[in-house]
């Protein structure tokens, strides 16, 4: 179904890709605009750390495939600079400021806003790791120098946060393979904590789990906030739980001229 919109703000350069035939199809960061005038906080800044990160997700079966990021943070928050009177450019711009790039899993992505996101938002206000930045590791097992990228680094402090995912994880080859990924990590003089499902969806294991990272980065653990408690338990069902289901931008996958 087609719906007509009318907008008094004109829309500045590189809003549109152009299809030709007189076909335009919205940019990512117009997309995000549109997206976010009728979605939540949560569900907006998911969408952001989906188009500007390294994964989508097929709308027939839910599979995650491997595609180069469509966007950043970084252009998003410009964007909605120049567009600052249309409707959903605020809560565009606030999920700017909370998404993360480069993720390869949604769950990477909640779990580096639960841990980074500030406390009056519900989260810990940890500082916002690197996802998937690549690193030249020893791996002593193969005897050469190989590029490891830990799902989520804090790079100054050499800490790393590994999600295992039973769906990719399972399999002797699989564990044997990520266990020398770890020890890679570890060689290298990381100190490597990994988190599964379980722990993540159950916030009592989740606190504890940002404890220990918290105190890794002589951060503290629980932010100062008189009623973070309460604010964590709305933002980890909203995050956790967030509607994955909602309809997908369409974004062309070649490259097309921007105008």
Same mark, same amino acid.
């Given at each position: 179904?087609?719906?007509? =919109?009318?907008?008094?703000? *004109?829309?500045?350069?590189?809003?549109?890709?152009?299809?030709?035939?007189?076909?335009?199809?919205?940019? *990512?960061?117009?997309?995000?605009?549109?997206?976010?005038?009728?979605?939540?906080?949560?569900?907006?800044?998911?969408?952001?750390?989906?188009?500007?990160?390294?994964?989508?997700?097929?709308?027939?079966?839910?599979?995650?495939?491997?595609?180069?990021? /469509?966007?950043?943070?970084?252009?998003?928050?410009?964007?909605?600079?120049?567009?600052?009177?249309?409707?959903?450019? =605020?809560?565009?711009?606030?999920?700017?400021?909370?998404?993360?790039?480069?993720?390869? $899993?949604?769950?990477?992505?909640?779990?580096?806003?639960?841990?980074?996101?500030?406390?009056?938002?519900?989260?810990?206000?940890?500082?916002?790791?690197?996802?998937?930045?690549?690193?030249?590791?020893?791996?002593?097992? /193969?005897?050469?120098?190989?590029?490891?990228? *830990?799902?989520? /680094?804090?790079?100054?402090?050499?800490?790393?946060?590994?999600?295992?995912?039973?769906?990719?994880?399972?399999?002797?080859?699989?564990?044997?393979?990520? $266990?020398?990924?770890?020890?890679?990590?570890?060689?290298?003089?990381?100190?490597?904590?990994?988190?599964?499902?379980?722990?993540?969806?159950?916030?009592?294991?989740?606190?504890?789990?940002?404890?220990?990272?918290?105190?890794?980065?002589?951060?503290?653990?629980?932010?100062?906030?008189?009623?973070?408690?309460?604010?964590?338990?709305?933002?980890?069902?909203?995050?956790?739980?967030?509607?994955?289901?909602?309809?997908?931008?369409?974004?062309?996958?070649?490259?097309?001229?921007?105008?």
């Amino acid at each position: 179904m087609c719906t007509r =919109k009318r907008m008094n703000e *004109p829309f500045p350069a590189g809003s549109f890709f152009d299809c030709g035939n007189g076909v335009l199809i919205a940019s *990512p960061e117009l997309c995000m605009i549109h997206y976010a005038e009728q979605a939540s906080l949560w569900q907006t800044t998911l969408l952001c750390c989906e188009l500007f990160g390294r994964y989508a997700i097929t709308p027939a079966d839910r599979k995650l495939i491997v595609r180069p990021a /469509l966007s950043s943070t970084e252009a998003l928050s410009a964007y909605c600079a120049r567009m600052s009177r249309m409707p959903g450019v =605020k809560n565009a711009s606030r999920a700017a400021k909370l998404a993360v790039d480069n993720s390869y $899993s949604p769950m990477e992505s909640k779990l580096a806003l639960l841990l980074s996101a500030p406390g009056s938002r519900g989260c810990f206000g940890l500082p916002r790791p690197t996802l998937n930045k690549e690193i030249l590791v020893h791996d002593a097992a /193969l005897g050469r120098e190989v590029i490891r990228k *830990p799902d989520l /680094l804090w790079e100054g402090r050499r800490i790393a946060l590994e999600y295992e995912s039973s769906e990719h994880h399972e399999g002797e080859t699989n564990i044997d393979r990520d $266990s020398r990924r770890r020890n890679a990590l570890v060689h290298q003089g990381l100190t490597l904590y990994t988190a599964t499902a379980a722990q993540v969806y159950d916030q009592g294991s989740m606190k504890a789990l940002v404890r220990t990272i918290a105190l890794s980065l002589k951060m503290r653990p629980v932010p100062r906030v008189a009623d973070f408690p309460e604010r964590f338990a709305r933002a980890h069902v909203e995050i956790m739980h967030a509607d994955d289901d909602s309809p997908r931008p369409s974004i062309p996958r070649a490259p097309l001229p921007l105008q």
